[in-house]
Every structure is written in C-alpha cells, then in structure tokens.
C-alpha cells in the first residue's frame, strides 16, 4: 500500500511537514535525539534538504547547527485535502535562533491558507516562540497548536513561557522524560504527552514519573496522552500504563 508523502508513525499526530531541515542542541534532552540520526542517514543517501546538518561524532550522529530552508516544500499542506494533524518540523525546530522570522511568518501563512488541518508546533526555545509570536505580523490562528518540550523539573520553566504565548492551544511534550517531574503547573495548558526516550543509548523512565503527570492531568483537567515506555526496542514496551492506552486530546481542538 502507498503511502502518502508526509504521513507519519508518530502516535499523537497523522502528518509531518519539514520545510527546514537541520537543529541545534539546547539541553539534555537533545542528546539522543532520533532526528540525528534520520538526517545523518538521509544526507548519506544522497537528499540534498540534510547535506551538512550533522557530523559524527564518535560512533554517533550530531547536529552541526547548519539549516536549510525547503521552500518547494512550503505549499505542501494546501495539496492534502483530507483535514489532518500536522506536525510542524519533526525534523528541526522552527525557532531556533538562525531561522528568520519573514520564514516563520511564511509558514505561519500557509497554516491560515490551509485552515482545514490542525498544526502542532513543538519547540525547545519556548522564549523565542513567544517574543517572535507576540509581534505585530503575527496572528492567533486556532488551527495551530503550540507547544514546548520539557524533560525533567530542571526546564519546567519553559512552561512558563509557553503560557505567555498567544494561543489557542498550548501542550508540553514531556519526552523523552529523563527525570522527575513534581507538581507541575499545567494552568493555561490544554494537552499533555509523555514519552519515555527509544533507539541507541536510551535512558530509563521511572513509571512514577509517568503516573505523577498524569494525576497532575487528572487534578488540572488537561488531556493526558502517554506515548510509549521507550527503550532500545520500544516495540516490547509498549505504550500502555494502568493496563490501558492513553490517546486523550484537547477538547478545544477537535474537529467536525
């Protein structure tokens, strides 16, 4: 069966669009990020949009910091018709530092033209999203999700930021969780996922941390989405926590 171009895997969305390619690290979290190794495998067999995104280090795959804009690629959200969950850039971060804001502003252009889909934004410099989001030629679309990733109590500060953001909907993506969270503040945060981090060198999730997040959902009426256990072969942990699956989205984003 084909497939059709953007369709993902990841179990919380139906689609990726990266129209750049290429990251930084910012924290701990970054460090075995799986987007390493997919642009490290894609530049080796020849996709040009990967060229000199990363570099090895050791036995590993890292981030040179270099980007490279796809703008054949912007236009590809008006070409699916069906109404879908986008996820914006699984292969990068729209804001880090070196992405131009008049780029930002064309993406955020052809999310308003293609008002059918729902776009979901995850990002680990939640501070730039928000002053960049705040400027005057920026709308509040209600199609588009925002969110900022956070993966132990040390950056739960990003939290913070992501509720100073203009937005429709705001979610925290805790994964790869790599260290406890205690009493998080979900207030003006509408959806939860959390994930424990897969592929080489994964690092272990305690499931109290799991269960810690989703009682602070439970407690804050935020919709709760658990993605998997992780591990070096996520497939034989599975993704299911008090013997069920947890598939919950935001009730102020679902669709007719």
């Known amino acids: ?18 129209p750049l390619a290429g990251c ?19 530049a080796a067999m020849g996709v040009e949009k990967y060229s000199g995104t990363t570099r090895k280090s050791g036995r590993r795959a890292v981030w040179t910091g270099q980007i490279n804009f796809d703008e054949a690629s912007l236009a590809a959200p008006l070409k699916w018709r069906k109404p879908m969950r986008i996820f914006v850039n699984s292969m990068s971060d729209l804001f880090q530092d070196s992405v131009p804001e008049h780029f930002i502003a064309g993406v955020w252009t052809v999310m308003e033209k293609a008002f059918w889909h729902s776009f979901q934004i995850l990002t680990k410099r939640p501070e730039r999203m928000r002053d960049v989001l705040r400027g ?87 919709a709760f989405f658990f993605k998997q256990w992780g591990g070096v072969r996520k497939g034989r942990s599975g993704r299911t926590l008090a013997g069920r699956t947890w598939d919950e989205y935001p009730v102020l984003a679902v669709r007719s």
């Open 1 to 18: 069966m084909k497939r059709m171009a953007g369709l993902s895997y990841i179990e919380w969305t139906e689609a990726t669009w990266n």
């Open 24 to 42: 930084a690290m910012a924290s701990p979290g970054c460090t075995n990020c799986y987007a390493q190794r997919m642009a490290a495998r894609l």
């Open 136 to 222: 005057k030629d920026f709308s509040t679309l209600p199609n588009v999700w925002l969110g900022t990733s956070v993966e132990s109590q040390e950056y739960v500060g990003r939290i913070d930021m992501l509720r100073e953001t203009p937005a429709h909907v705001r979610f925290v993506s805790f994964e790869p969780l790599i260290g406890p969270v205690i009493a998080a503040d979900l207030s003006g945060v509408h959806w939860v996922i959390v994930g424990g981090e897969s592929g080489p060198g994964a690092r272990p999730m305690e499931a109290w941390w799991v269960e810690k997040l989703r009682d602070a959902c439970s407690e804050q009426d935020v």
